[in-house]
């Protein structure tokens, strides 16, 4: 099987839908091999971020020849549909930037996942409706829609008015380095390397308003363990200089209190683990449900705000919390309670399982064959 991946961001960007759209076609290739993934962009380059998917054999990345002047009309229209049709594409699957009109029609099998169904993120609201217009259309003629959870599921049959039967939850992966061992002469070498404090509760974001740090930070302050810090592991923002900065100071936590800019990547996944727990103060954006899956694979506590997609990523395995004093209070009781804390940290380890890249990889293919199974094609 041929399986063509709208690739535009994945190749381009750096944000929630290349990291999926990087993740997900891994995953395909590591545990269905025999298979081709071919990427299409409109962007006649490429990125270190796209570089590790060159050493999959089963992975191409294909460009619009250099004579065609008008990249994201092939890319939109016709151009990347007869493409398609000629490098035998069998399924194509796109991710965030909608379908291309000339699927509309073709019978051709196509795939839709949405990772934000309603673009929330996008850069202001002219564009955002207009990604939801090319969404909408998308939803009306793709064979299956993705979403990475079931509110957003919820969301975009009632948004999109899409027929509930065609609409179904694929959940993303954790990242496969949470699984790589540290050496215990590790940590030290680590906590100089950062310097950082003997005990402390880790946030990795990016330290806007709407991350919810102002809450973390009260959390950290309501703490019993008065020698725990809060470590910000994230590069700073105004936010952070004019507000978070402040409220250090006004909670009398400032010497509990230290920002990070940047970990090397071979060193996350061992200062995660220094961690007394991860906090992930804000559960609406999938960015921050990568966060909880990833942290608990890393065999991290992990306390976070509650709402329906943070307890369907993080089942029985995470805290859940309200507000900051109910927060604290939990935690200040896991950490004093050395059974409860591996309890938990068990069932953490146990919920991971629902979210390898091979029940990805597994599920993913499984959507491809049922679109194709009336086309009688035989999928290895």
């Known amino acids: 099987m041929v399986v ?52 999959e054999d089963s992975v191409r990345v294909k460009f619009p020849r250099n004579h065609i002047h008008n990249k994201n009309s092939w890319y939109t229209r016709n151009g ?16 965030d930037d909608g379908l291309a009109s000339g699927f509309n029609g073709s019978n051709f099998p196509t795939v839709f996942t949405m990772t934000d169904p309603l ?8 564009e955002r409706m207009k990604m939801q217009r090319r969404a909408r259309k998308a939803c009306k003629f793709a064979k299956r829609v993705i979403a990475l959870n079931e ?39 680590l906590r100089s390397k950062y310097h950082l404090p003997e005990k402390f509760v880790l946030y990795k ?14 959390l950290v302050h309501e703490l019993r363990d008065r020698k725990i810090s ?19 100071h006004d909670l009398h936590i400032f010497h509990r209190f230290k920002q990070v800019d940047k ?34 694979r890393t065999g991290a506590i992990v306390i976070c705000k ?25 935690l200040s009781d896991v950490l004093e309670d050395e059974n409860r804390k591996a309890a938990l940290l068990q069932a953490a380890r146990d919920n991971s399982e629902r979210f390898t890249s091979q029940v990805l990889a597994d599920h993913m293919i499984h959507i491809y064959r049922s679109i194709l199974t009336h086309r009688r094609l035989y999928i290895e």
């Open 119 to 126: 673009y929330k993120c996008a850069n202001g609201w002219i």
């Open 151 to 189: 509110p957003d599921r919820q969301t975009i049959i009632n948004h999109y008015h899409v027929n509930p039967d065609f609409v179904e939850v694929v959940h993303p992966c954790f990242y496969q380095g949470c699984d790589d061992a540290v050496p215990e002469n590790m940590y030290d070498i």
């Open 306 to 330: 509650d709402s329906a997609k943070a307890r369907e990523f993080g089942g029985e395995g995470a805290l859940y919390y309200n507000n900051f004093s109910e927060g604290a209070e939990l």
């Open 263 to 296: 970990v090397h990547h071979a060193d996350l996944t061992a200062v995660v683990k220094m961690a007394q727990a991860v906090i992930i103060p804000n559960t609406d954006r999938i960015r921050d449900n990568y966060k909880l899956i990833n942290a608990q």
């Open 4 to 55: 063509g991946f709208g690739g535009r961001k994945i190749i381009m960007e750096n944000n929630d839908t290349s990291y999926y759209g990087r993740i997900l076609i891994k995953a395909l290739a590591t545990y269905y091999p025999d298979n081709y993934y071919i990427i299409y962009s409109p962007e006649n380059e490429s990125n270190k971020r796209l570089t590790a998917l060159f050493n």
């Open 205 to 218: 974001g990016r330290m806007n308003d709407d991350d919810n740090l102002k809450e973390a930070m009260q």
């Open 230 to 248: 809060i470590v910000l592991l994230g590069y700073r923002t105004d936010h952070f200089d004019h507000v978070i900065k402040e409220q250090a």
């Open 80 to 95: 990347i549909v007869r493409s398609a049709k000629g490098h035998g594409v069998n399924a194509f699957h796109g991710i």
